[in-house]
C-alpha cells in the first residue's frame, strides 16, 4: 500500500467574486521514501494542494470532493483535534526561509523543541534540547547558534532550520513548498544536495512543490505538472523531463536555459491563465497551447496512458 | 515630463475622492460620525440666533431678568439656567461654535507646521534632518496642557488665539513624523529622480510632487490633530486658563465646578461634557473611516 | 550584553533633551515681559531677605553667569521658597512627587495590563457581541473628557453612594492619629485612591485595547503563526504564545509615546480630586503666581515623562530581541 493516496481531490476558495475553483480532480500516489514533485506557475494550485494535505487551509477555503489517504487512513474524515495530533507528527512542512516562518521573538533552539514536546509530552525540555542538538548536526548547523534569535541567521541558515523543525518528530512524509525560492544559486544548490542526502539517509517520503522544473528534476524521482488547478501530466522523472507530452509541459521545458546542449531560443508562454472562478469547459491551456484542434474546446480532455507510469491530460499529444 | 505631472494629478484627484467617497460611505462609524459632525455644525449656525430672539439669551451677558441663579429646565431656558441666571442653551450652541473654531484652527496650523517640516526634513536629510527631529523630539516630551499652563503664568491671561497658537505650535510634531517618513519612501521613487533630471528645483520637487503625495495623510492627521486641540482647550478653560471672554464647552464645565453645583445641577454638568466627549468621538471616527479609505489594507475583506 | 549599551544611549539622549527644556525654561522665565526678579523674589519678603536670596540666586548677574547659577541651582535642589506656602520649593515637591508617582505609575501600568488582555480577547471574538461590546465601550471610554469623568464618578460613586471620600488622599482622622498601624495608613490611601485610579484607568485602557485588538488581527496573518498551526499547536497556545508577545509590542511603543499626554490627564485628575500631587501643584501654582513653585513643578514633570519614556524604551527592548542582539 502507497503512503499517500490522494483521489479525485478538489478544493476552492469563496470570495467576494465567486467561488474560486483552485484545485480540481487531483489524483495520485506515494509510496514510502519516495520524492515527487509539484511544477507549475503562480495560481495553478501547487500551494493550495500542500495546504490541503496538512489541513491547513484558510478559513475561506474548503475541500469540496476526493479523498486523502494517508497510512490507510483518510485525513478528510478526520476531527480538528485528530489533525493536531497528526500534523507534523506524520506529516510536516518545510515552508520558504524567505516567509517570516520562524516567529521572530523566540529562539530558535525553543521553536524546534517546542514542536518535539507537543507530540512527546513525556520528554523533558532538556531532552527535547537534546534532541534539537542532533537535527542540528544533521542539517548542518553549528550548535552555538541554538540559542539565537531567527533574524540573526543568514537566509540559508533559516532555511536549515526550518528543515531541522521539519524533521524534529520524525515524520513520514514531509512537504517542502519553494524550499529554496530566493536564496542565492549556491546556497540553493547546497540545500538540495543536503535534501537529497537527507532524504535517503533518513529514507523519508517527500512531496516537493516548485515553480521551478530544474529543481524539481533534480530531486525527485516523480513530477507532476499543474496547470490552472489541474494535474495535466504525470510520470517520472525521466519520462516528463525527456519526453513531455503535454503541450504546456513542453513549453515550461523550453522556457528554461540550459548550460548544456545545443543552444536554443527561449519561448516564454503568450498569454494568461484562465479565470478559476468560471473555468473553461474544454481544456484549460487551450487558449496558450500550439498544438490545439477544435475537439480542445468542446469538452474537457481526457487521460491518455503514454506508458504504464506516464500519462497526460491531451486527447491529441500523441498524434 | 515632470512638468506634465501636475496636471494629471489634479484630475487624478477627483477620481480619487470620489472613489474614496464610496467606500466612506459604507463605514458605519464614518457615517456616525459625519452626522454627528454635521449636527455640531448645525449647532454652531444655530448659536447666532438666540441673542437674535431675545438679549437675555446671550451666553455671555444674557441674564434672565427674573432668574438670578441655576435652575433646571423649562420652557422659557430648554437646559435650565446658570449661577447667574444665563441660559445654558445658548451656552451650549456658543460652545460648539468656539469648539470648531480652535479644533479646526489649531488643527490646520500644526497639520501645516508638520508637513512642511517632514516633507523638508525627509528631503533634506543631514543636518537639517536631524536638527528637526531633534527638535520634534523636545517638543513631544512636553506635555501641551502644562506648558500653555506655564506660559499662561508668564504672561498672563491667554487669549484664544494665543491658545490657539500654543497648542499648534506644540502638536506638529507628532504629524510631521509620518510625514517624513512617507517623504522618505517618496524620495526613492523613479519620477522624482526623473524630476531631477529634468532639472527642476528643490522647491519645485517639493511642492508639486511631493506635496500633494502626501497631503492625503496630512487631511487624516488634521482629524485627529482637531480632538486634541478641542480638549487642551476645554481643559484649559476647565481649569480656569481659558479666554474669559470667550463661552466654550471647558468654561462651562469651570462654572459648573467652581461654583460647587456639579452635585445639584446635572442640566449643567451634563450637556457640555457630552458634547465635547461626543465631538471628539465624531472625529475619531471621521478619521477611522478615512484611515480605511486611504489604507487599502484595512478595508473589509469579502 | 547591548542591552547596557542602549540604556546607555537613551540615558544620554534624555539628559541632553532636559537640558535643552532646562535651558529654554530659564531663556523663557527671563526674557518674558515683567521684571524675572519679582518672578524669583517673593515681594512680600523683607528686603534684607531679597537681597540675600538674589545673591543666592544669582538674579543680579549678567545672563550667562545667572545660567551657572541656574543650572547649579537646580542640581543642589535650590529652587528658592515658595510665594505661596513660604517654604523652600524642594520641601514641597519632595512629598509631593511620591504620591503623583502613585497614582501615574498604577494607572498606566493598570490600564496597560487591562488593555492588551480585553484587546487580545476582543480580536479572538472578531466581529461577535464580546469584541463589538468592547470595542465600543473602549472608543466611548477614551473620547470622554477626562475631567468630567472625573465629576462623573465623583457624583455617582463619591456623593451619592458615598462609597469613596470625594477628594483628597488621605483621611485626617487615621494619619493624625498616633496609634494607627502601618497597614491602616496604606489601606486608607488605597480607599482614597480608588476614584482617581479608576478615573485614568477608564480614560487610557481603551486606546491600548484598540490598538492590541488590531495588533492581533494583524499579527495572526503572519507566516510565524501559519508554522505554528502546522506544527500542531493548539489554538489557545499559538493566541497567547506565539502571537500575543508579537503583537502587545506596539502597545509598548505607544504606552511611550503618550506618556506627555498621560501626565496631561494625571494633572487634571489630581486637581479634581485634589490628589497632593506635583501634576495639582502646578496647576495652583500658576494660578497664584507662585513663579518658583511653578517653575520646578514643571521641570520636575517634564524629568518624569523623560524617565517614563527611558523605562518603556527598556521595557521595549528587553521584549523585541531585534532591538538587543
Avoid at chain 2, 508637513?115 to 527638535?135: E, H
Avoid at chain 3, 518674558?32 to 537681597?51: C, F, N, Q
Amino acid at each position: 500500500m502507497a503512503l499517500l493516496e490522494v483521489e479525485n481531490l478538489s478544493i476552492g476558495y469563496s470570495t467576494k467574486k465567486g467561488f474560486l475553483k483552485a484545485v480540481e480532480g487531483i489524483s495520485f500516489s506515494l509510496d514510502e521514501g519516495r520524492s515527487l514533485g509539484f511544477v507549475g506557475e503562480s495560481g495553478c494550485g501547487k500551494t493550495t494542494l500542500g495546504m490541503a494535505l496538512m489541513g491547513l487551509l484558510p478559513p475561506n477555503g474548503s475541500v469540496t470532493g476526493g479523498k486523502i489517504i494517508l497510512e490507510g487512513e483518510d485525513l478528510l474524515e478526520k476531527s480538528e483535534d485528530e489533525m493536531r495530533k497528526i500534523r507534523w507528527k506524520k506529516i510536516s512542512m518545510i515552508f520558504q526561509a524567505a516567509m517570516n516562518a520562524l516567529n521572530p521573538v523566540k529562539r530558535v533552539h525553543d521553536q524546534i523543541a517546542e514542536a518535539i514536546l507537543t507530540h512527546n509530552p513525556n520528554l523533558d525540555k532538556e531532552q527535547a534540547l537534546r534532541r534539537v542538538a542532533k537535527l542540528f548536526q544533521l542539517v548542518g548547523l553549528p550548535e552555538s547558534r541554538m540559542r539565537d534569535y531567527p533574524h540573526q541567521y543568514s537566509g540559508g541558515m533559516k532555511q536549515r532550520a526550518i528543515i531541522a523543525m521539519a524533521l524534529s518528530c520524525n515524520p513520514r512524509l514531509i512537504i517542502a513548498d519553494e524550499p529554496t525560492t530566493a536564496l542565492d544559486v549556491i546556497v540553493q544548490h547546497q540545500i538540495l544536495e543536503e535534501t537529497k542526502n537527507l532524504q535517503k539517509e533518513l529514507e523519508l517520503s517527500i512531496i516537493f512543490i516548485s515553480h521551478d522544473i530544474s529543481i524539481v528534476a533534480d530531486v525527485c524521482d516523480t513530477i507532476g505538472i499543474m496547470y490552472a488547478g489541474q494535474l495535466v501530466e504525470y510520470g517520472t522523472r525521466e519520462e516528463v523531463f525527456d519526453t513531455p507530452m503535454h503541450y504546456y509541459t513542453r513549453a515550461l521545458i523550453s522556457s528554461y536555459p540550459t548550460l548544456t546542449g545545443q543552444r536554443r531560443e527561449l519561448l516564454p508562454i503568450p498569454g494568461e491563465s484562465p479565470n478559476l472562478i468560471e473555468p473553461p469547459l474544454g481544456c484549460r491551456f487551450c487558449d496558450r497551447c500550439d498544438g490545439s484542434g477544435d475537439s480542445c474546446k468542446i469538452g474537457p480532455p481526457e487521460w491518455v496512458d503514454i506508458t504504464p507510469t506516464h500519462r497526460a491530460l491531451c486527447g491529441l499529444c500523441l498524434k | 515630463m515632470a512638468e506634465a505631472k501636475p496636471q494629471r494629478i489634479k484630475i487624478h484627484w477627483i477620481a480619487q475622492f470620489q472613489e474614496g467617497w464610496s467606500i466612506y460611505k459604507q463605514n458605519i462609524l464614518g457615517k456616525i460620525g459625519l452626522t454627528l459632525l454635521v449636527i455640531f455644525a448645525l449647532m454652531a449656525l444655530f448659536s447666532f440666533l438666540p441673542p437674535l430672539i431675545d438679549p437675555m439669551y446671550h451666553p455671555m451677558t444674557g441674564v434672565d431678568p427674573v432668574i438670578s441663579s441655576s435652575t433646571g429646565p423649562s420652557l422659557k431656558h430648554w437646559l435650565g439656567t446658570d449661577f447667574m441666571g444665563r441660559d445654558i442653551l445658548s451656552q451650549l450652541l456658543a460652545g460648539a461654535r468656539v469648539a470648531f473654531m480652535v479644533g479646526v484652527s489649531a488643527a490646520f496650523m500644526s497639520i501645516f507646521l508638520g508637513t512642511a517640516i517632514g516633507m523638508i526634513s525627509g528631503y533634506m536629510g543631514k543636518f537639517v534632518d536631524t536638527f528637526l527631529m531633534r527638535l520634534a523630539e523636545v517638543i513631544m516630551v512636553m506635555p501641551t496642557l502644562l506648558v500653555t499652563l506655564i506660559l499662561a503664568a508668564l504672561f498672563g491671561q491667554l487669549s484664544i488665539w494665543a491658545i490657539v497658537l500654543v497648542i499648534a505650535l506644540f502638536r506638529w510634531p507628532g504629524v510631521s513624523r509620518v510625514i517624513r517618513a512617507q517623504t522618505l519612501s517618496l524620495k526613492q521613487r523613479p519620477f522624482i529622480e526623473a524630476a531631477k533630471v529634468a532639472g527642476a528645483s528643490h522647491v519645485r520637487i517639493i511642492f508639486r510632487h511631493i506635496m500633494p503625495n502626501v497631503l492625503p495623510l496630512s487631511f487624516l492627521y488634521m482629524t485627529f490633530r482637531v480632538t486634541s486641540a478641542i480638549t487642551i482647550e476645554a481643559a484649559l478653560a476647565f481649569l480656569g486658563f481659558g479666554d474669559p471672554s470667550t463661552v466654550s464647552w471647558g468654561m462651562m464645565l469651570q462654572w459648573v465646578w467652581k461654583t460647587g453645583h456639579m452635585f445639584k445641577a446635572p442640566y449643567w454638568l451634563l450637556p457640555p461634557g457630552i458634547c465635547i466627549s461626543l465631538i471628539t468621538l465624531s472625529f475619531y471616527m471621521l478619521g477611522r473611516a478615512m484611515d480605511e479609505v486611504l489604507d487599502p489594507r484595512l478595508r473589509r475583506e469579502g | 550584553m547591548d542591552l547596557w549599551r542602549y540604556i546607555g544611549r537613551r540615558l544620554a539622549q534624555i539628559v541632553i533633551i532636559f537640558f535643552v527644556i532646562l535651558t529654554v525654561l530659564f531663556l523663557v522665565f527671563r526674557l518674558a515681559p515683567g521684571d524675572p526678579i519679582t518672578r524669583m523674589v517673593d515681594p512680600d519678603m523683607t528686603p534684607e531677605d531679597a537681597a540675600l536670596l538674589i545673591a543666592q540666586l544669582g538674579l543680579d548677574q549678567p545672563l550667562h553667569i545667572q545660567y551657572i547659577y541656574y543650572v547649579k541651582n537646580f542640581f543642589a535642589g535650590q529652587f528658592g521658597d515658595s510665594f505661596h506656602y513660604g517654604q523652600p520649593v524642594l520641601d514641597i515637591i519632595k512629598h509631593r512627587l511620591p504620591n503623583t508617582i502613585l497614582l501615574f505609575t498604577t494607572s498606566i501600568i493598570l490600564s496597560a495590563l487591562v488593555g492588551v488582555f480585553l484587546g487580545k480577547i476582543a480580536s479572538w471574538h472578531k466581529g461577535k457581541k464580546t469584541d463589538t461590546g468592547m470595542t465600543i465601550g473602549a472608543l466611548v471610554t477614551h473620547t470622554l473628557f477626562l475631567p468630567w469623568l472625573a465629576l462623573l464618578l465623583i457624583w455617582i460613586f463619591a456623593y451619592k453612594m458615598g462609597w469613596f471620600p470625594i477628594t483628597g488622599m488621605v483621611s485626617e482622622d487615621i494619619w493624625l492619629d498616633p496609634t494607627s498601624q502601618f497597614w491602616q495608613k496604606a489601606l486608607d490611601v488605597g480607599h482614597h485612591l480608588v476614584l482617581p485610579l479608576g478615573t485614568l484607568f477608564l480614560f487610557h485602557f481603551g486606546s491600548y485595547l484598540l490598538i492590541m485588538r488590531s495588533s492581533m488581527l494583524e499579527t495572526l496573518k503572519e507566516d510565524y503563526i501559519l508554522t505554528a498551526r502546522a506544527k500542531g499547536l493548539t489554538e489557545k497556545v499559538i493566541r497567547n504564545r506565539h502571537a500575543a508577545p508579537n503583537a502587545a509590542l506596539p502597545v509598548v511603543t505607544t504606552v511611550g509615546l503618550s506618556l506627555a499626554f498621560s501626565i496631561n490627564g494625571g494633572a487634571l485628575t489630581e486637581t479634581v480630586f485634589t490628589w497632593p500631587g506635583i501634576g495639582r501643584e502646578l496647576v495652583f501654582s500658576v494660578s497664584q503666581n507662585d513663579y518658583p513653585l511653578a517653575q520646578a513643578t514643571f521641570l520636575l514633570i517634564t524629568l518624569v515623562v523623560l524617565v517614563s519614556n527611558l523605562v518603556v524604551d527598556v521595557l521595549y527592548a528587553y521584549l523585541d530581541p531585534r532591538i538587543r542582539y
